[in-house]
């Protein structure tokens, strides 16, 4: 009895030890978004014109107009991590449309954790009929696994987003640097959407990984959000790494209001161990 009380602690303890905040698909700011991209599944490139724009496409913050301030929180009890994000959005104010996201991090078990915090400016712009460019101004000041090493750096983010009618797509570059910044690999995201903010979407968002162009890593992920009466969202994804043989499925709600708006996020890995995470959110209108 002893020694298979013995075996089994050894065993999640090895489990436990393998949380690497590097590895593929740990829960981190760079694989998390905010809450309605995470529930779609992180099919929202072509979709996010909101607070979410700030971590998937940022030239989505000039395609309606908004002010809105946003919180949010991850939890993941077993990696374990945790994440508080802190943005602001102005596109009903001003002719150029701004963003300020503050995150602060941290994920993974001692010998894998990663520990910091990101800071991001972003501006947005239409360039054309129903075209939209922008970008983001980041630095980025993290410790990192193995060795708990800060690294701060700048980086940069740019994305066009096309509207036309009920379909869009989108293109985004993300984590552009002159030098390596380990945890943040520079990535490809390519989009198409249809539906509208005011009914149902469905979104397919297809994601490379360019840090080694000899060996890039793709990822897929598919969505969809359902709104009721304007006031309730409902929405679900799922997103496929086959790199890593990784498969997750996430859902959401969306309570809104004239005033503001509540999200609700789950997101569990169904394959290459198990693994899950919640997301809460808090929006405030300031229009």
């Known amino acids: 009895m002893r020694i298979a009380l013995l075996a089994l602690f050894c065993a999640a303890a090895a489990a436990r030890a393998d949380n690497d905040a590097s590895a593929p698909g740990a829960p981190f700011i760079t694989t998390v978004d905010l809450p309605r991209a995470t529930a779609m599944?992180?099919?929202?490139?072509?979709?996010?014109?909101?607070?979410?724009?700030?971590?998937?496409?940022?030239?989505?913050?000039?395609?309606?107009?908004?002010?809105?301030?946003?919180i949010d929180g991850v939890y993941d009890s077993g990696f374990p991590a945790q994440g508080v994000m802190l943005s602001v959005i102005d596109s009903a104010t001003t002719s150029v449309g701004s963003g300020l996201l503050f995150s602060r991090w941290g994920s993974g078990q001692p010998g894998g954790?990663?520990?910091?915090?990101?800071?991001?400016?972003?501006?947005?712009?239409?360039?054309?009929?129903?075209?939209?460019?922008?970008?983001?101004?980041?630095?980025?000041?993290?410790?990192?696994?193995?060795?708990?090493?800060?690294?701060?750096?700048?980086?940069?983010?740019?994305?066009?987003?096309?509207?036309?009618?009920?379909?869009?797509?989108?293109?985004?570059?993300?984590?552009?640097?002159?030098?390596?910044?380990?945890?943040?690999?520079?990535t490809a995201t390519a989009g198409l959407a249809w539906g509208?903010?005011?009914?149902?979407h469905i979104a397919f968002d297809y994601k490379a990984d360019l840090s080694d162009l000899h060996d890039v890593k793709h990822r897929a992920a598919l969505g969809a959000e359902?709104?009721?009466?304007?006031?309730?969202?409902?929405?679900?994804?799922?997103?496929?790494?086959?790199a890593a043989s990784l498969w997750w499925i996430s859902a959401g709600l969306g309570i809104l209001t004239e005033k503001g708006?509540?999200?609700?996020?789950?997101?569990?890995?169904?394959?290459?161990?198990?693994?899950?995470?919640?997301?809460?959110g808090l929006t405030i209108y300031l229009e």
Do not use: C, M
């Open 113 to 186: 954790r990663a520990e910091g915090w990101l800071l991001g400016f972003s501006y947005a712009s239409a360039v054309g009929q129903n075209l939209f460019f922008g970008g983001q101004t980041k630095f980025t000041h993290f410790h990192s696994p193995p060795d708990g090493d800060l690294t701060a750096r700048w980086a940069q983010d740019v994305g066009i987003l096309s509207r036309r009618g009920g379909f869009s797509w989108a293109a985004v570059l993300r984590n552009l640097s002159l030098e390596k910044i380990p945890l943040f690999p520079p």
């Open 41 to 70: 599944g992180g099919a929202n490139s072509a979709v996010a014109t909101g607070n979410d724009a700030l971590l998937v496409n940022p030239a989505g913050i000039a395609a309606a107009r908004r002010y809105h301030f946003e």
């Open 261 to 280: 708006g509540l999200q609700l996020v789950w997101r569990r890995r169904v394959s290459g161990g198990y693994d899950q995470f919640f997301e809460g």
């Open 226 to 242: 359902l709104l009721l009466e304007q006031s309730f969202a409902l929405r679900g994804g799922a997103s496929w790494d086959p």
């Open 196 to 200: 509208s903010d005011t009914d149902w």
